[in-house]
């Protein structure tokens, strides 16, 4: 399966569908022909202009006013990223560096970069076959683009740095001779081309709103297990109540949790309760709310991902090279932790769920077991989703409100983005674990209600999940049950 690399919107759903479709990746025509054309017109404008262009003839950031021999234009694209590769801590997962190749490979096609055509086929060659570079999270201050990861992204292209190929390490001297593949020579602009850019941060948003989006989704199907298992009220979803106050995503919300306990035997019964605590009668507030925030997000990531975002930008038609800042992440940096703390609530009131439905109320017994006391039951599985949202809050203190001057001066205000992105993508696997920890506890506590029946739709969830996580009768190691359940709501769709 192709995917032609075009000016046609490169949406999420696309972006999705490329990844896990494992398709691979074409340049179209008319992505050649502005590629070529923009790099024709910047080798003409260096014959004819005495005027220096920043980054093309001469030094990066507070050195722009040091010129560089024509003699020597390639060695300083070459210094340019060999210098930048400074990137240190953890690697940045495979999947994530595909993104990066994929977001780089759109931006450059727009053909306002000045690259050699070559130089954007080598990256694909290396998304199609899936050579890795090696890339680490961090270095990247997410303005001046994200300089110290895509310059490790781009190392390979010389023949430098490592990479990973079917799931081994090694130098990407070896990759190269093994596809007989020469390094590029790089000419004018091209180092500043790959460096400068959003592609560490887009990429990372664009995986951590996909997973969001799936999140939301989950929150609410969990939700309405733990709420049938609760014997909570459906009153508080009925639409007249949310008709309103109508925001999208709360409405959206209720309408879900109706459709999922529709024909339940236990929400239809007598309640002798008269409401429900705030984690189960606002989940169409909260989760409304999260999903409301994560359409923003998404909107603003898709922007990211159809943008040329180096700099300076290159304008063949109007006979323009300006050097300007779309490399800077402030977008990015605000959504990425608009992103992490919108999820982080899902994740906040999961674990507020849980702690309900272990405390021994409304018929369930104490830790959800039936013997409790020479068993601990559900107790500690609370305790873990308790550390974990403490963790999700410490990490979504904002990156975006920080910035610290560089380039002596010259870059005195930076985005952080890169480490709104980091910590946006912990965020996200911290709350599929709390949900994950929550789907535990409803389905074990949902059976404590038999021989009643939930919904259709509850049962046939609870049919699925149970083919990877058993009912606890007695004390038993809990982890693996756990980590089984993570994988169930990664995975699962209906």
Avoid at 14 to 40: F, P, T, W, Y
Avoid at 237 to 257: S, Y
Avoid at 298 to 317: G, K, L, M, Q, R
Avoid at 462 to 476: G, I, S, T
């Amino acid at each position: 399966m192709i995917h032609k690399i075009s000016s046609e919107r490169l949406t999420l759903q696309r972006v999705q569908e490329i990844i896990e479709k494992g398709m691979k990746l074409e340049l179209s025509q008319d992505a050649i022909d502005r590629v070529q054309k923009c790099r024709n017109y910047l080798d003409r404008k260096m014959e004819n202009q005495k005027e220096p262009i920043y980054g093309v003839t001469t030094g990066f950031g507070s050195l722009c006013n040091i010129s560089v021999s024509r003699e020597e234009l390639s060695q300083l694209q070459k210094n340019l990223v060999m210098s930048h590769a400074c990137g240190v801590g953890e690697e940045v997962p495979q999947n994530i560096v595909k993104l990066m190749l994929l977001m780089k490979i759109q931006s450059l096609s727009y053909g306002h970069s000045g690259v050699q055509l070559q130089t954007v086929q080598r990256l694909v060659d290396f998304f199609n076959n899936d050579v890795y570079p090696v890339v680490y999270q961090q270095g990247s201050l997410g303005a001046s683009g994200d300089l110290a990861p895509l310059a490790h992204m781009c190392l390979p292209l010389l023949g430098l740095g490592e990479v990973y190929y079917q799931g081994k390490r090694m130098p990407a001297a070896e990759v190269n001779a093994k596809f007989d593949w020469q390094p590029i020579e790089l000419q004018s602009k091209e180092g500043l081309a790959l460096l400068n850019g959003t592609q560490f941060m887009s990429s990372f948003g664009t995986w951590c709103i996909l997973k969001a989006q799936h999140l939301a989704q989950m929150a609410d199907k969990v939700a309405a297990v733990s709420l049938d298992a609760f014997d909570g009220r459906i009153e508080p979803f009925c639409d007249e109540v949310h008709l309103v106050r109508p925001h999208n995503g709360q409405l959206a919300t209720a309408r879900n949790m109706r459709k999922y306990l529709e024909g339940s035997e236990i929400i239809k019964r007598h309640k002798e309760h008269v409401q429900d605590p705030y984690s189960f009668r606002c989940i169409p507030q909260v989760h409304g709310a999260t999903k409301d925030s994560l359409a923003y997000v998404a909107s603003v990531i898709e922007t990211e991902i159809n943008s040329a975002t180096d700099n300076p930008t290159v304008f063949p038609d109007e006979d323009m090279v300006v050097s300007a800042g779309n490399f800077h992440g402030q977008p990015l940096a605000l959504v990425l932790d608009f992103m992490a703390i919108a999820t982080a609530e899902l994740g906040n009131i999961s674990e507020r769920r849980t702690y309900q439905l272990i405390s021994g109320k409304r018929g369930l017994p104490h830790f959800l077991v039936a013997n409790p006391g020479l068993n601990s039951g559900f107790m500690i599985p609370q305790y873990t989703a308790a550390s974990i949202v403490s963790q999700t809050k410490q990490l979504c203190t904002p990156a975006s409100v920080d910035s610290i001057e560089s380039s002596q001066g010259q870059e005195d205000h930076v985005s952080m983005g890169a480490n709104a992105a980091t910590k946006c993508y912990k965020v996200m696997q911290n709350v599929e674990r709390v949900l994950a920890i929550e789907m535990f506890n409803a389905a074990q506590a949902l059976e404590f209600r038999r021989p009643l029946k939930s919904s259709p739709f509850v049962e046939g969830m609870m049919a699925k999940y149970r083919k990877c996580v058993n009912f606890v009768n007695n004390d038993e190691i809990m982890y693996t049950h756990i980590h089984n359940s993570v994988k169930f709501i990664s995975e699962y769709s209906d």
